[in-house]
Structures are given as structure tokens and as C-alpha cells.
């Protein structure tokens, strides 16, 4: 098909100029096109064939070894005033972001081919969705967006000669960390990302466009682009309540969203439905409620720990056309990594590249891994066995609760309701995750994440809060807020609770509180469960330990008050005053508690 879109055609124009690539491919969306740009990187060996017999249409992808997970140091959003940025984010102008980036740009695809991806986030030509169009030199980035997102032939169509679309310009360059950018440009809707080939870096649909550029769009079309999970539960009587849940990076949105109902609940006749599993669209409908789509149309799913125990939808979903990226690969041309399905096999080429066995230690003496701790599974949405029958549909699903969660190994029980929308949008915005000592950070280090996008939004923090409050305040059915914790320990550092698909016994709760049939106990926090409001049928967990789970230390909350003031401080006077009053009438609850 012709592009007859004459901006589009100026803005390739100029880029191709910077940059020079030998040669211009436009992306159809065609199955041909996905063979053909296979071979190709089989031939240069930016991917490797799997196993057809075992992993039919799957392929095999490894990044070069400092370039392994998002960057934050070098993500910045370039505003021509820095207080629109915020105090979250990291700023320069736009001038001196396209003075920098261009620098590296400059002749860096001379001898490759620059390929033109036209994609929609969002099914084509629904009143959600965006367009963008994304320039890149690399086939990998090429195939993981066929699986993401929407594009195509179809979508340039749709585009016709003078719609909007987000400019995204990617460049490989020398994936020199040193000369590395990941640029947003909100005021003339276009990213620049070069240096990089990795996942959220260079997939620029997703978190660059679909969260960073979209939240700004967003605040200004008076709609949401959140870091959440969408699902359906599916009560007996056949009633399907969705939820949106933003949980930081690595919390569980990937699990929740596809969780397997325990056999106590499933009796009962519970089933899930998977609508998304990292972004949440939501628009106010004219019933007055909130509705969402998810703007992907794939998964990108962490592998380290997904097995057929704790995700076996996932482990179903990645077993065709999946391109799986730094994990190890195995001598019979299949994957594997820790924590995943089947025996530890006893050698394999790592995800550097190296020859493995299980025995190796690094100079630590610590084992040495097969699979990257953030390695990936790309995997198209429909091959989930609980994907939504309502993922194409054009005004998505209308929600129920929001749900927010973070990593707490003290402090949250296992879920409280708010009180109230700016009490919910208060709960969010103080969100915060921890980690154990085996994953990152000192032990027990709190990282205050707002509504788990601390590296997503792309204008002043302060700003968004007042959009979320905005937001409420236009709703005449607003969903009901509540916080999760799945991640509460003993005096031991066990989990208090079994998590995964036990979770489903907290949703149920969550969703009988939206149809106001649960009981719940207020506390200066937010309503909680009472012990024989949540349905325990089929699990052995001793009433002790459900009364630790729930329970709140007070002296622990006022601590934890000093420090959500102490965040607040960054934000100044850009701290809308409902929040600053959410946080004092919540002293004050606590401080009249017995
Ligand atoms: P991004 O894709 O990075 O945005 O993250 P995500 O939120 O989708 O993360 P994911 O679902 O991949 O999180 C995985 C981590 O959470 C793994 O360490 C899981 O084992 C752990 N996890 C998920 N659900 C539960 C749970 O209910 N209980 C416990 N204890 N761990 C869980
Ligand atoms: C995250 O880090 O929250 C992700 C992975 O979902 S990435 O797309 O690489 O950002
Ligand atoms: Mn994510």
C-alpha cells in the first residue's frame, strides 16, 4: 500500500536522512513477512530457530550482556519547562534531547535496513485507541511488536492521509551503555530511543508510548494510561466483575491475571478471564462508570520462576510462536530457566552465550544462571486459555474495583478497601514495594512507588494526582480502591499467605464488597475483612495466622506516616491538598484508635 499521509512521509524522510540506512521496509503485518524476517536473522544470527517438533513457530533471541532490563538513569522526559516533567522524572529540553540523541543517530544505520512499523495500540479504529509508527533497525524489535500490538497494513489504512500518530524513532547504534538514550518528547507527541535493543527500551509501543507519552495525552483527553492488570472473575451466576490491579514491576500483575481458581472456589463455579497483564486504558463511559481496554495484544512476560505450579496458563501460553529472549538453550534446541518446568538440564549454552552446566560458581562461588533474572517470553494474548472473549471489543470492559498491591513484607494486610475515591487515590499514591535481600535493594528498603508508575509518567507526579482526582470526582459509578499485599512474612520470613491462585479468595471478597454483600471491620485505614467474611474453603490456614494477616500495628503506621510525608515533601506545592489531608485525617484515625 501507498502512504499518501504526507507528514508521515516528511518525518520518515528527515529521520532516514539522519540516520542513512541502505534501505526502507514497510511492515504489512503479512505471515510471509514474519518468515522471510526470520530467515534473514537466522542468517545473521540476531535470532536462533528453536525446536519446531516441541516449540512450533518459536525463536530464540539473546541481548548484548549490559543491556538486560530498562534503563531509568537514562530515560528522560524532554518538556521545555522542567516543572512539567516533575520531580520523578529525569529532564533536559527537548532541544538539548534531540542535540544529544541525534549525535548518536547520526549514520548509525548505514548498511542496515529501516524498518517502518505503522501499529495501533488498541483494537483498529476503537475511540481508545492511538497510533504510532515506529522506526527501528532491528528485526527482533520488529517481531516482538507483530506480537504486541496491532500493526500493519491495516493500520496505515486507518491512519489515511492526516490522522495523529506518536513518532517513534528506534535506533540499535552500538548498544553502548554510554550512548544510550530512551527520550519522550510529550509536547511534540515522539520518542527517540537508541543504543539499546532490550525489551521496554526499544518496544516502544509500550511503556514509551502506551504509559509515558499516553498519561500525558491522557491528563489532557481526560482519560488514564495505568501499570495494571485487567481480569474478569467470573462469579457462579455467570455475572463477570473486572478488575484493574497496578502492581510495581515484578509484583505479580502476569500471575494475578491469569490465575488458576483453587479447587474450593472452582467448585463454586468461579472462572478468570485474562484481559491484559502490564497496561490499562480507562475511559469514562456515558453509563457514568470507568471502562478499560488493554493496548497490547501480547504478552512480555518475565520467565525466571513461571512453571506450570505457580502460572501454568503462562507455561501454555509460551508453547508456540513465542520469542523467548535470555534464557538458557538447551543442546535439543528448547528453553529453560530457573524455576521453571522440568529437571535442571545438565548443559546448555547460557544467555550470554556461554557453554552451562549446573555446577558452575561465579568468583563468589554463587551459581552461575542459564537464563537472565529478567528474561522474556513475548507470547500473543489469544494462546492464553483464559484470554477474555472481549479483548477486540471497542469499549472494553467496564471496572469494578481498582486494585493497588505492592511487595510488603510488614505493615499492609492482605487487603483494606478505602473509604472513599481520594482516600483510594491517597492509598495509591503512597504505594510503596520492598524487596528481600535475594532480590534487590538492602532488605526490608522501601521504594515509594505511586500506583507502580514511578518510571512511567511522563509529566510532573503532582499533576497526575490531581488527574486521578479528577478523575473520581467525574464519575458518577467510580470503581471501589483497595489495597493488596500477597507478600507479608512470619517472624521467620516466611509468607504468611499461600499467594497465587488462593488470591482468588481475596478478589472474591473484593468484589462482594463492590456488590455490598461482605462484611468488613472499619479501621483507621479502610474497611478489612472480617475472619468469616473470606471463603477459607479447601485451605488449611491456621485462624492465627489469618489474624496476623489482617492485623495493623500502629506504632508501624505512624512510621510509615513520617515517611509518605517526607515523599510528599519532593513534590512542594504541586501536592494536590486533598492528599496532604488524606495523610493528617489518617494521623488523626490512628492517633483516636485504641
Ligand atoms: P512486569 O512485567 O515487570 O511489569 O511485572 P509483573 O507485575 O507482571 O510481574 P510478575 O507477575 O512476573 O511477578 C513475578 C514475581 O512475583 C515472581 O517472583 C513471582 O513468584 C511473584 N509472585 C506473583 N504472585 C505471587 C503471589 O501471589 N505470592 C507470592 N509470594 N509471590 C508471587
Ligand atoms: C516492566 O518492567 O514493568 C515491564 C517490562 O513490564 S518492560 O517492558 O521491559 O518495561
Ligand atoms: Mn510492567
Given amino acids: 500500500m501507498k502512504n499518501k499521509h504526507k507528514k508521515l512521509d516528511a518525518w520518515i524522510k528527515s529521520m532516514a536522512a539522519m540516520c542513512k540506512p541502505d534501505r526502507m521496509v514497510w511492515i504489512t503485518g503479512s505471515d510471509e513477512e514474519k518468515e522471510r524476517l526470520q530467515k534473514e536473522a537466522f542468517a545473521t544470527g540476531e535470532l536462533i530457530p528453536l525446536n519446531q517438533k516441541k516449540l512450533p513457530g518459536c525463536v530464540y533471541h539473546r541481548t548484548a550482556e549490559n543491556d538486560v532490563a ?3 538513569n537514562l530515560t528522560f522526559i524532554c518538556t521545555s519547562k522542567k516543572r512539567d516533567a516533575g520531580p520523578t522524572n529525569n529532564w533536559m529540553t527537548p532541544s538539548q534531547g534531540y542535540a544529544k540523541a541525534g549525535a548518536i543517530f547520526k549514520n548509525s544505520m548505514q548498511g542496515r535496513t529501516m524498518y517502518v512499523i505503522p501499529f495501533s495500540m488498541g483494537p483498529v479504529g476503537s475511540p481508545f485507541s492511538k497510533i504510532g509508527v515506529e522506526l527501528t533497525d532491528s528485526i527482533y524489535v520488529v517481531l516482538n511488536m507483530r506480537i504486541m500490538t496491532h500493526v500493519g497494513t491495516e493500520v496505515l489504512k486507518h491512519l489515511g492521509s492526516n490522522g495523529v500518530f506518536t513518532k517513534c524513532l528506534h535506533g540499535k547504534a552500538e548498544r553502548d551503555i554510554n550512548r544510550r538514550l530512551i527520550l519522550h518528547f510529550p509536547e511534540d507527541n515522539a520518542i527517540w530511543s537508541v543504543g539499546s535493543g532490550y525489551g521496554g527500551n526499544v518496544l516502544l509501543g509500550k511503556k514509551c508510548m502506551a504509559l509515558r507519552i499516553a498519561s500525558y ?26 478488575l484493574a490491579a497496578a502492581f510495581p514491576s515484578a509484583c505479580g500483575k502476569t500471575n494475578l491475571a491469569m490465575l488458576v481458581p483453587p479447587q474450593g472456589l472452582r467448585t463454586k463455579g468461579y472462572k478468570i478471564w485474562t484481559v491484559g497483564d502490564d497496561i490499562s486504558w480507562m475511559r469514562i463511559d456515558s453509563d457514568g462508570a470507568l471502562w478499560a481496554i488493554n493496548p497490547e495484544t501480547g504478552f512480555f512476560g518475565v520467565a525466571p520462576g513461571t512453571n506450570s505450579q505457580t502460572n501454568p496458563n503462562a507455561v501454555k501460553t509460551a508453547k508456540q ?3 523467548f529472549t535470555n534464557v538458557l538453550l538447551k543442546p535439543d534446541k528448547t528453553v529453560w530457566w530457573e524455576d521453571g518446568d522440568g529437571p535442571t538440564p545438565s548443559q546448555g549454552m547460557d544467555w550470554r552465550g556461554r557453554p552451562w552446566n549446573p555446577k558452575m560458581v ?4 554463587k551459581p552461575v544462571k542459564g537464563a537472565q533474572a529478567n528474561s522474556r517470553f513475548t507470547s500473543p494474548i489469544k494462546q492464553c486459555p483464559t484470554s477474555s472473549f472481549r479483548l477486540e471489543h471497542h469499549h472494553g470492559v467496564p471496572i469494578s474495583a481498582i486494585i493497588f498491591g505492592g511487595w510488603r ?3 499492609a494486610p492482605l487487603v483494606y478497601q478505602a473509604f472513599s475515591w481520594p482516600h483510594g487515590v491517597y492509598t495509591g499514591a503512597t504505594m510503596a514495594s520492598e524487596r528481600t535481600a535475594a532480590q534487590y535493594g538492602k532488605q526490608g528498603e522501601v521504594r515509594r512507588d505511586p500506583m507502580a508508575m514511578l518510571p512511567f509518567c ?4 503532582g499533576d497526575y494526582f490531581k488527574h486521578w482526582l479528577k478523575m473520581g470526582s467525574s464519575m458518577t459509578r467510580p470503581p471501589e480502591i483497595f489495597h493488596v499485599n500477597w507478600f507479608r512474612t512470619d517472624k521467620n520470613g516466611e509468607f504468611l499467605w499461600p499467594g497465587y491462585g488462593e488470591n482468588l479468595r481475596v478478589l472474591e471478597w473484593i468484589i462482594d464488597r463492590c456488590e455490598h454483600t461482605a462484611e468488613a471491620e472499619k479501621t483507621p485505614i479502610g474497611y478489612i475483612p472480617t475472619q468469616r467474611s473470606l471463603d477459607m474453603t479447601g485451605l488449611q490456614l491456621p485462624p492465627e495466622k489469618i489474624t496476623q494477616l489482617l492485623s495493623i500495628n500502629k506504632q508501624e503506621w505512624k512510621n510509615e506516616l513520617d515517611d509518605q510525608e517526607m515523599f510528599f515533601s519532593r513534590f512542594g506545592k504541586d501536592l494536590p491538598a486533598e492528599l496532604r489531608e488524606e495523610l493528617s485525617a489518617l494521623r488523626e484515625r490512628l492517633n483516636n484508635s485504641r
Wanted: aromatic share 6%.
Fill in 362 to 365: 561465579d568468583e563468589q562461588g
Fill in 321 to 323: 510462536n513465542t520469542i
Fill in 70 to 72: 530498562r534503563t531509568e
Fill in 458 to 461: 511522563g509529566y510532573n507526579m
Fill in 409 to 411: 513484607a510488614s505493615l
Fill in 217 to 242: 495525552i491522557g491528563r489532557q483527553e481526560n482519560w488514564m494510561a495505568e501499570h495494571m492488570l485487567i481480569m474478569g472473575v467470573e462469579k457462579p451466576n455467570g455475572h463477570i466483575h473486572y
